[in-house]
């Protein structure tokens, strides 16, 4: 077992580590045990599962255990932005267990899924990225190869954890991402499927029988897991002194035979049982003389296998003796990835708040009335956009109370357009939902958003036919959009506000939409695809007065209308010409009257003064037309941040975001 003093070196280099600190698979066997190892020390770390923690985090606080596809490219972008990490374990693999054999998932998760997360990570303050990879990469090449040595593949699953090796120099050696690739070999300890051999093997010792069993002469270099999880922690903290992109072996570098470890088991547990080799065939990938070279990381990483094969046999002895009765059957994947039933599509619902603090709660519990009652997956998004009420706290406490409640915080105000992005960014569902959080978008009527999107469409806005205001504004608001909608290139729905659904397809693409001058309804409509309106009468504002003033909707009409209408710069360049051919014809006929009747000409300072006051009138007009349009062109150059998140909230947990280049 790990001596004091290697415990504490240990201990020395995960306190070394650049945090955040994420674990990804860490729903699996060798990602939990390292997430364990990691968060007993640090208060930074996170685990990446696919679908829940499972049985492995049952004891975590779920505010450290984040959901999230691997393979999703939307998901994996919200993680990435969140939480920012500056140190990741790799662990999410596919293929590694006899009945994993969907070859397409294999390389989406293997290798197409790690491309895409070096590519948002490059872009962050990344300082160590240490991937598990598998001894399987050698193949048939297998008897104690260095790490420089010819790879074999035998198997569709180590042809792809070779590519992402492959990968992963490519981008170490000649891109300079820090990352370092393990080669683990047999893998064993507490916690592992209960389908796997040690395991097995270990319970039925302990009930004085010996399972089925392979050929005898079969070997593999066994390792244990908390030696395998000193050699992640060692790689990360020494990835500075050794080339970016290298690949690792971590064994003992010790060959044991299935009759070895079964005649280890036979003496700790007292088995008087023979075992029956050949009894369970082989599988393909099986090898006679497989083991590891570990020089390189002896040397490189200062690491070396401390626990021996009785001693971590025993570790897996005293795990199961712990267990609840029937929990050794259940704690399994085998069986997990068979096909189901798929699951109904999820939603976002992202609800913009500006000094709305008496409003969320009532906006919370009908927002989980009505996507309850639609027994859909869901979360809302509460986007505090600096708001100087207790908004922050309020939603902190309902996500406490409900896992599905997540907030953002702005670190100052930057407009409902921009909390919506920001709520869009976060967003992992299938589609979202937006709404002001001041209640006059009636959560109810999400019930039809809803069908609709079912029926196809990828949009479904809100129109609203009735107006809780006065008849003047009501008479402006109807004005713009109907002007808007004349004099735009895009077709904007009349009287259609933020108040809508739309699908993941359209929110990626209005996402790559780089503009920082955001005006949503009119890029809604930009983008296009299936689109339709559901009528409903928009109440006043619930709380509170409303923070839009004729000042306000003035710059509203100014935003959408130079955002997406070059009409004002073809009306100034038709006024011109007009002016300049009534001009022309004016002086014509002044000069023609001189000559033929000098008395009737205009004489007098008044007529100059009238003209130049009308075309001084015009030239001015122009001028600030061009300015508006010279101005959104500044904006967008300056390529200042959209919006600033001082944190974001999960799980009555507010958890600090950093800059994309932080540390860099």
Not at 104 to 130: D, K, Q
Not at 312 to 331: C, D, H, I, K, Y
Not at 568 to 583: E, I, K, R
Request: aromatic share 8%.
């Amino acid at each position: 077992m790990r001596k004091a003093a290697e415990i504490q070196m240990l201990t020395g280099s995960i306190g070394q580590l650049k945090g955040p600190v994420i674990v990804t698979g860490a729903a699996g066997f060798v990602g939990a045990r390292l997430f364990n190892i990691l968060s007993r020390h640090r208060g930074d770390v996170y685990a990446i599962v696919r679908d829940t923690g499972g049985w492995r985090l049952a004891d975590f606080p779920v505010g450290q255990i984040i959901q999230c596809d691997l393979t999703d490219r939307g998901e994996l972008s919200r993680v990435v932005r969140e939480l920012a990490p500056q140190t990741v374990f790799h662990c999410a693999a596919y293929g590694a267990y006899p009945f994993e054999q969907d070859v397409s998932r294999m390389y989406e998760t293997n290798v197409s899924s790690l491309v895409e997360f070096i590519r948002l990570l490059s872009a962050g303050p990344i300082s160590a990225f240490i991937h598990a990879g598998t001894s399987s990469e050698y193949g048939t090449n297998c008897s104690g190869p260095t790490e420089e040595a010819a790879c074999h593949p035998n198997s569709a699953y180590s042809a792809s954890k070779l590519a992402a090796a492959n990968y992963l120099q490519l981008v170490g050696k000649h891109q300079g991402f820090p990352c370092i690739n393990l080669r683990l070999y047999a893998v064993y300890g507490p916690q592992e499927d209960t389908s796997r051999l040690v395991p097995t093997l270990v319970h039925e010792a302990m009930n004085g029988r010996l399972p089925r069993l392979v050929d005898a002469n079969v070997t593999r270099d066994f390792i244990h897991v908390d030696d395998v999880c000193a050699a992640f922690i060692q790689a990360a903290a020494r990835i500075d002194s050794v080339p970016n992109g290298s690949s690792f072996n971590i064994g003992t570098g010790q060959s044991t035979s299935i009759a070895d470890i079964v005649e280890s088991a036979r003496r700790l547990f007292g088995v008087d049982a023979q075992p029956r080799f050949g009894s369970l065939e082989n599988r393909t990938w099986d090898l006679t003389d497989w083991y590891a070279n570990p020089t390189r990381a002896h040397e490189d990483l200062g690491w070396r296998a401390e626990i021996g094969l009785a001693d971590g046999l025993l570790t897996v002895a005293n795990w199961m003796a712990q267990m609840p009765s029937g929990a050794f059957e259940t704690s399994t994947k085998h069986g997990i990835n068979q096909p189901v039933e798929p699951p109904t599509r999820g939603v976002s619902a992202i609800v913009a708040c500006y000094r709305d603090g008496e409003a969320i709660p009532q906006m919370y519990r009908r927002l989980t009335e009505v996507l309850t009652s639609l027994d859909i997956d869901h979360e809302i998004i509460f986007v505090n956009d600096g708001s100087p009420d207790d908004s922050e706290q309020i939603i902190l406490d309902l996500s406490r109370q409900d896992t599905r409640v997540v907030g953002v915080n702005h670190s100052r105000n930057f407009g409902s357009q921009m909390a919506f992005r920001s709520g869009m960014e976060v967003a992992s569902k299938d589609a979202v939902i937006l709404l002001d959080g001041d209640l006059q978008d009636p959560p109810e009527i999400i019930r039809e958003f809803h069908r609709l999107w079912l029926e196809g469409y990828e949009v479904v806005y809100g129109i609203r036919t009735k107006r809780d205001m006065s008849w003047l504004r009501s008479f402006g608001h109807k004005a713009f959009y109907r002007l808007f909608r004349r004099f735009s290139y895009v077709d904007v729905p009349i009287d259609a506000g933020d108040f809508s659904l739309m699908d993941r397809r359209v929110v990626d693409w209005i996402l790559e939409s780089p503009e920082r001058d955001l005006f949503m309804r009119g890029l809604r409509a930009y983008v296009g695809f299936r689109q339709t309106g559901v009528e409903y009468a928009r109440p006043k504002r619930a709380f509170g007065e409303s923070t839009n003033d004729l000042g306000r909707n003035i710059g509203w009409a100014k935003r959408g209308l130079f955002s997406f209408s070059d009409a004002p710069l073809t009306m100034l360049t038709a006024l011109g010409s007009v002016a300049f051919v009534l001009s022309a014809v004016a002086a014509m006929t002044v000069a023609i009257l001189r000559l033929l009747v000098p008395d009737i000409a205009p004489r007098g300072a008044t007529t100059i003064l009238i003209a130049i006051l009308l075309f001084g009138s015009f030239n001015l007009l122009a001028i600030g037309l061009v300015g508006e349009y010279v101005a959104k062109i500044m904006t967008e150059v300056k390529r200042r941040p959209r919006l600033i998140r001082s944190s974001i909230i999960r799980s009555g947990k507010s958890i600090p975001v950093r800059s994309p280049n932080h540390g860099r």
